[in-house]
């Protein structure tokens, strides 16, 4: 005879009570599994979602990559063969520039007044658009010790008798520095900051971005300032003719009309149709830049609306799931407690009569916290089964995710803690019972 | 042999159970009741005494206390020559279990255990080598081997009767208190049971019979009267 044998054999003969207990611990258990597999299938599920999400997503970036690639060589080669129909740009230098010298030193080491420009404007010449004048010198920047090119311009010059054109170059306004893309990139130069340059102070009014070539270390700043900087007054070195209109033959045409209004220059041709091409390309992938940032950034957008939706509905789950499982939790404590004193009760003379065979106090402990463990790891299992299939059933998760091994081991270990703590009053009351009360009653 | 002792004669040895000046009052509705007043008795091994009185005389408290169930208010309780309450509650339970068999008018079987666990119900609380083989045998002897795997409610107020006997038993005890145990039995039955008492007296054990069964006469050594309250006895007053 063992107090197992006694336990084992009074559930058998109360299995109401036995019964109405582990359906307690059966709906605690489940509700608590059911709650933490509903909300684990919805991580499931949001995992699951968002990976398809992303997947689209990539696949339709992909899309607008090929798409913007091809859009983008189509731009490129019509402006390509825009650019082949177009006049060209042309310099107009003084007569006695070494060309040389000019190559060599990316910029023209000769002057000529600067009223040239004006008189080539006045002379109303017909076969050039927009007219830019310039006085530009390499230099060593003293404050910075380095090597700048310095380009003083006024802007664009109207030409007289044509229709006003939309300008090509805006001028640079007085104390101010538009600065080429290596030398505010070196120098963390930002708008608005101050920079001095040959004693002078300027505002950098604009930063180039990239372009690869001598721009990259030049700084623009108004044309009377750079006379003034260079001790040139009045003086320019350079006057940039661009979209220059004409067809066959058309260098020869252009240095006829400008050598019939300015005959102390000479006038070359400058790197029109490969300036077209990279402003071309330049456009186009600022373009294919700018529909692949929008591309990104509404993929961003739903990848984000839709982890917010499954935030927000995971989060009314947790609140729903933390106001429930305590409630049913402390209500089936009570009611195993409850449950407990009533077995107590009904065993009073059982106890009694234990008691007096010699069964010690603790042994009658142990008897009623034993069957509460036994209670609480029966119950637990069918709870753990009851919520995982409910869990499953109402729940989002994909197949194979029914059975959590390590909540089995939860509520295996919990429910018959919280068993034997709901029953302790009662096992304890029952081991102090006085068995002579009840005996001497019966 | 059902006390599983050594036979001996009546008094050869010190008292099994010695109650000196034993008083007991309770708490009742009109105040305190006092069911016994300074009772004193001993009772030999090998020898069985009945005692008789009205209900409510304190035969039950007298019991209960004897058993180191009921602390009582005064007085001495020695058993084998151990004061049973100058022990612990555990050593007490301990020493109950060892030394005590309890017989009732009720049975008090465990419901639902078998006659045979009935029997064995007092292994629990004290190791006993080959308790189930013991537990067979009393069976054996009490007439209840084809009831053995019967719960109580399946057998007759007799056989329930001799289980509890069975039970009292199964420990090997020295000292034997029965209340009133033929009270709910037939003729035939309550003879029987007090039979085996007489049985169990002569095998060297000690038996207290709490009874107004007037059949305990023809058994018992000596018979001692109790009056409600107020009244003491002596080992030595009232014989057979």
Redesign the interface.
């Not at chain 2, 465990?110 to 255990?113: A, H, K, M, N, R």
């Not at chain 2, 064995?120 to 004290?126: G, I, T």
């Given at each position: 005879m063992s107090l197992w044998r006694l336990i084992t054999r009074e559930i058998l003969y109360r299995k109401l009570n036995f019964a109405l207990a582990v359906l307690s611990v059966l709906v605690a258990a489940g509700c608590l599994v059911a709650e933490l597999t509903l909300l684990r299938s919805h991580d499931l599920q949001t995992a699951a979602i968002l990976a398809q999400k992303e997947a689209e997503v990539a696949a339709r970036m992909k899309q607008v990559e090929e798409e913007t690639a091809a859009r983008m060589r189509q731009v490129e080669d019509d402006y390509r063969k825009i650019a082949l129909k177009l006049g060209f740009n042309i310099l107009i230098l003084p007569k006695d520039q070494n060309l040389s010298d000019l190559y060599a030193d990316d910029f023209a080491s000769r002057y000529m007044p600067e009223d040239y420009v004006e008189r080539l404007a006045r002379a109303g010449v017909v076969t050039i658009n927009h007219l830019l004048p310039s006085l530009q010198q390499k230099l060593k920047w003293p404050e910075q010790e380095r090597t700048i090119i310095l380009m003083g311009v006024r802007g664009e010059v109207p030409i007289l008798h044509q229709v006003p054109k939309k300008p090509l170059l805006q001028p640079v306004p007085p104390g101010t520095v538009v600065v080429g893309h290596e030398l505010h990139r070196s120098l963390k130069l930002k708008k608005g900051d101050r920079i001095k340059l040959l004693g002078r102070e300027f505002t950098v009014h604009q930063l180039q971005p990239e372009r690869g070539n001598k721009d990259d270390i030049t700084l623009w700043i108004n044309l009377r300032e750079a006379q003034e900087l260079l001790d040139r007054p009045g003086q320019i070195n350079a006057i940039l003719a661009l979209e220059c209109n004409c067809s066959d033959d058309r260098l020869a045409k252009v240095r006829e009309e400008i050598a019939g209004i300015l005959p102390d220059t000479q006038v070359i041709e400058f790197a029109s149709q490969a300036l077209t091409r990279a402003e071309a390309r330049n456009r186009a992938a600022a373009l294919a830049q700018q529909e692949r940032a929008e591309a990104a950034a509404l993929a961003a957008k739903i990848l984000d609306d839709e982890k917010t939706a499954r935030a927000r509905l995971r989060q009314e789950q947790e609140a729903f799931a933390h106001v429930l499982v305590p409630l049913v939790l402390a209500g089936c404590i009570v009611w195993i407690g409850v449950l407990a004193f009533n077995n107590v009760r009904e065993r009073q003379v059982e106890i009694g009569i234990l008691r007096a065979l010699g069964l010690r106090a603790g042994h009658v402990f142990a008897l009623f916290l034993t069957k509460a463990v036994l209670v609480g790891l029966v119950g637990a299992a069918i709870g753990y089964l009851a919520g995982s299939l409910i869990g499953t059933y109402w729940g989002e998760a994909p197949a194979g995710v029914r059975f959590d091994p390590s909540l089995l081991v939860l509520v295996l270990a919990a429910a018959p803690v919280l068993a034997a703590l709901a029953s302790w009053v009662p096992a304890l009351l029952a081991a102090r019972q006085d068995p002579a009360v009840v005996l001497r009653e019966e | 042999m059902l006390s599983g002792e050594k036979a001996t004669t009546p008094a050869e040895e010190q008292p099994l159970l010695e109650v000196r000046h034993l008083s007991k009052s309770y708490r009742g509705p009109k105040g305190m009741v006092r069911a016994l007043d300074g009772m004193s008795l001993t009772v030999g091994a090998g020898e069985f005494v009945a005692v008789q009185g009205p209900s409510g005389c304190g035969k039950?408290?007298l019991l209960?206390a004897a058993?180191g169930?009921?602390r009582p208010d005064q007085g001495q309780v020695l058993v084998a020559g151990r004061d049973l309450y100058a022990l612990s509650?555990?050593e007490r339970?301990?020493f109950?279990?060892?030394t005590i068999g309890?017989v009732?008018q009720?049975f008090?079987l465990?419901?639902?255990?078998s006659v045979l666990?009935n029997v064995?119900?007092?292994?629990?609380?004290?190791k006993t080598a080959n308790?189930?083989q013991r537990a067979e045998q009393l069976i054996e002897t009490f007439g209840l081997t084809h009831r053995r795997h019967h719960v109580p409610a399946e057998l007759s107020t007799g056989e329930r009767q001799r289980t509890a006997l069975a039970?009292a038993l199964l420990?090997r005890p020295k000292l034997l208190l029965a209340d009133e145990p033929t009270g709910n039995l037939d003729r035939e039955s309550g003879q029987a049971v007090l039979g085996y008492l007489a049985e169990f007296a002569r095998d060297g054990g000690a038996v207290l019979l709490a009874t107004h069964d007037p059949r305990a006469a023809e058994f018992a050594h000596r018979i001692i009267p109790m009056e409600p309250a107020a009244w003491t006895a002596s080992a030595t007053e009232g014989s057979r």
């Open positions: - | 039950t408290t209960l058993g169930l009921l509650d555990e339970a301990r109950r279990a060892a309890f009732f009720q008090h465990v419901p639902y255990l666990d064995r119900a007092p292994a629990l609380a004290l308790a189930r039970r420990n």
